[in-house]
């Protein structure tokens, strides 16, 4: 599985942005889908998930009420819009994709099998 994240930029704090993950190689439909980010010098941290038919979310609690996943299975495609953007949201933002049948939704790193290459996102104060 390809994963091409896209949609980061610059952006003034309690502003918006929506990233896109496209897929290829293989259909995404059927496997938990996530998101992540990391900034300089700290560790990859969970940001959201989403079920394989999207009607089970997870989000990290500092997103929550501000960040929303969602996926188009027909065009093998998830998305994360984020909303009112703080500077603690600055990072480099990567999808990635958790194989295998069943697999609920995941918050580590090494759950996920395939990455995409990351697109940044700065939130300006």
């Known amino acids: 599985v390809q994963l091409q994240a896209f949609g980061g930029g610059l952006v003034q704090a309690g502003g918006s942005l929506r990233l896109s993950c496209a897929a290829s190689?293989?259909?995404?439909?059927?496997?938990?889908m996530g998101w992540f980010r990391q900034s300089p010098g700290k560790e990859r941290e969970f940001v959201a998930a989403i079920s394989r038919s999207g009607g089970a979310t997870l989000y990290v609690d500092s997103v929550k009420g501000r960040f929303t996943i969602s996926r188009a299975n027909a065009k093998n495609t998830v998305y994360l819009q984020m909303n009112s953007l703080k500077p603690e949201d600055t990072a480099v933002y990567y999808c990635?994709?958790?194989?295998?049948?069943?697999?609920?939704?995941?918050?580590?790193?090494?759950?996920?099998?395939?990455w995409g290459q990351g697109t940044q996102v700065t939130v300006s104060s």
């Open positions: 990635a994709v958790r194989t295998g049948i069943g697999m609920g939704l995941g918050r580590w790193p090494y759950e996920y099998d395939y």
């Open positions: 190689g293989r259909t995404t439909s059927n496997y938990v």
